[in-house]
């Protein structure tokens, strides 16, 4: 997408389409009536015609308008309503966003002044920028298929503002909005792939072109590697798979002291999840190709965070592997002793994305991180309780919770918070290890939560499960980009 930012309105300027938001009003505004004037009473005609009213997110199109240099008018209602928050407005833009693409116009004129005397300029054009970024997201089928979809072609968007101050605004909230284009398009990208090429070499291999292209430094450790540094939980995942596990470290260094303590971010990487010898049902296995999500989404956030050149410094760590049945994969009742040292009774195979993440957070103790985030589709009773909309928070520290909670408000890429609590912790109790790998039956997403916690002890450390988040819902099966928007905007606010 390329972005332009002009501080005024030019009627005259050639565009595929000029999009101007209209407030409802029994008499046309300054600006409204210069450009019903300039289009010879269209703006009148439409009024009639179409009961154009400018009632919220109402659109009208008109072709080949006389008398401007669009090539189309397309008007957007903004409603009576004083303020309108961010998700309004951002569901305005959706709307928009898809009749853009619908109508397969690239080169694109937006006027937007009567939202932003309801909202903020930074607001509204990183929202615009996004939702015409969903909107022209498409994934290229692996392998290339002749007849499968071509990529979109690159928008081009201008932004017309009222003044210098407001077009400066503008730049940094469409400067934001591509940066998380760009983090959310690779997260779908990595996440739509089917799991037979996107095996944990391939992520591994994938961290190391970005390191090329982006300046970060990658290390990938190998199976010898982990074993050498007792990995055991992690390993004992991986074992009954053929593809090797990797344990993915990406450093961005943009802090002005580059000794400055990192923000860390650990993304479990599961790039196919049969559930191993607790086999899961045949229905709907295809959908566990996701279950590396989490990773993608740092994969995503370190790519926007690289592309601000955000003054912070992140670590990404990402244990990933495959998770399947096979003659030596664990077994219920199998225990194994994690890096940290802790021993843990596998009762249930496929609560395996604890069992790779807990040895990646005690490995991610040696960077001496001031906060953790790790990011997980881990439990299948997230989409339970809070659904496809909203993605689940737990922590050890209140502060990095509610900073995170802040984030999914500004970012529109909810989170909720369930408890951690001792009364929880008791499910975990092992007869043969320290922990027992599940919990029971009841508060599936907590007590995930609270095994993880037992290896967060020495930092300050949040989880967000987003197994609903991450894909599916009304979309349906379909990589959403989650958790990056979320996840950038709260190294945005570290900053
Ligand atoms: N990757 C799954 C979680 C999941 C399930 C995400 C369904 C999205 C949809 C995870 O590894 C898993 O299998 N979790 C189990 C835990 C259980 C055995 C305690 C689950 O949620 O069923
Ligand atoms: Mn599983
Ligand atoms: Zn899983």
């Known amino acids: 997408m390329k972005i332009q930012i002009k501080s005024s309105l030019n009627l005259a300027l050639k565009t595929d389409c000029l999009v101007v938001a209209f407030k409802p009003a029994k008499k046309l505004g300054t600006q409204q009536s210069e450009l019903n004037t300039a289009t010879g009473g269209l703006i009148n005609r439409l009024q009639d015609a ?10 009208t199109t008109a072709l080949a308008p006389e008398g401007i240099g669009g090539k189309r008018l397309m008007l957007v209602g903004t409603g ?10 951002r569901s305005l833009f959706d709307g928009l966003a898809k009749a853009i693409k619908q109508a397969g116009l690239l080169d694109i004129t937006f006027d937007l002044n009567a939202l932003v005397a309801k909202s903020d300029m930074e607001t509204v054009a990183r929202h615009l920028v996004e939702s015409l970024g969903d909107a022209q997201y498409q994934y290229i089928m692996q392998p290339k298929s002749v007849r499968g979809p ?5 928008l081009k968007l201008t932004l017309c503002c009222a003044d210098r101050k407001q077009a400066s605004a503008a730049k940094k909230g469409a400067g934001i909005g591509h940066a998380i284009n760009s983090g959310k ?8 792939m089917p799991g037979n090429v996107c095996t944990p070499t391939y992520l591994a291999n994938q961290a190391k072109k970005m390191g090329k292209s982006h300046g970060l430094k990658i290390k990938v450790l190998s199976e010898k590697d982990m074993s050498e540094l007792g990995m055991g939980s992690l390993l004992s995942v991986s074992k009954g798979s053929r593809e090797p596990a990797k344990l993915i470290v990406m450093e961005y260094k943009g802090a002005k002291n580059k000794k400055e303590a990192p923000h860390a971010l650990v993304g479990k990487g599961l ?3 049969a559930g191993g010898i607790s086999l899961k049902p045949a229905g709907k296995m295809d959908e566990m190709k996701y279950d590396m999500c989490g990773a993608a989404s740092v994969f995503g956030t370190l790519l926007a965070v690289a592309e601000m050149q955000l ?7 990402i244990p990933s592997s495959e998770n399947l049945p096979d003659g030596i994969a664990n077994k219920p009742g199998d225990v194994v002793t994690s890096m940290s040292g802790q021993t843990i009774e596998i009762l249930n195979t496929d609560a395996e994305g604890r069992l790779i993440l807990c040895d990646a957070l005690t490995y991610t103790e040696r960077f001496k991180p001031q906060t953790v985030i790790d990011i997980a589709t ?4 997230v989409i339970v309780a809070l659904g496809h909309q909203t993605a689940g928070v737990m922590g050890n520290d209140q502060g990095v919770v509610d900073d995170l909670l802040a984030a999914g408000n500004t970012s529109l890429d909810h989170a909720w918070q369930l408890p951690i609590k001792e009364t929880y912790k008791k499910q975990l109790k092992s007869d043969y290890a320290d922990l027992a790998n599940i919990g029971g039956p009841t508060a599936g997403t907590i007590t995930a939560a609270c095994f993880l916690s037992y290896f967060t002890e020495k930092f300050r450390w949040a989880h967000l499960d987003i197994a609903g988040t991450a894909w599916g819902g009304a979309a349906g ?3 959403s980009g989650r958790a990056v928007p979320i996840l950038t905007q709260y190294l945005i606010d570290r900053c």
């Open 311 to 317: 003054p912070i410094n992140v670590i990404g760590v």
């Open 150 to 154: 071509k990529a979109s072609k690159d």
């Open 477 to 479: 099966k379909k990589a």
């Open 185 to 192: 398009d690779l997260a779908k990208n990595l996440g739509n």
């Open 50 to 59: 179409e009961q154009f009213d400018a009632s919220q997110s109402q659109i």
């Open 378 to 381: 881990l439990t299948g009773a």
């Open 80 to 89: 009576d309503d004083k303020k309108m928050n961010t998700e309004d407005i």
């Open 271 to 273: 790039t196919f999840d």
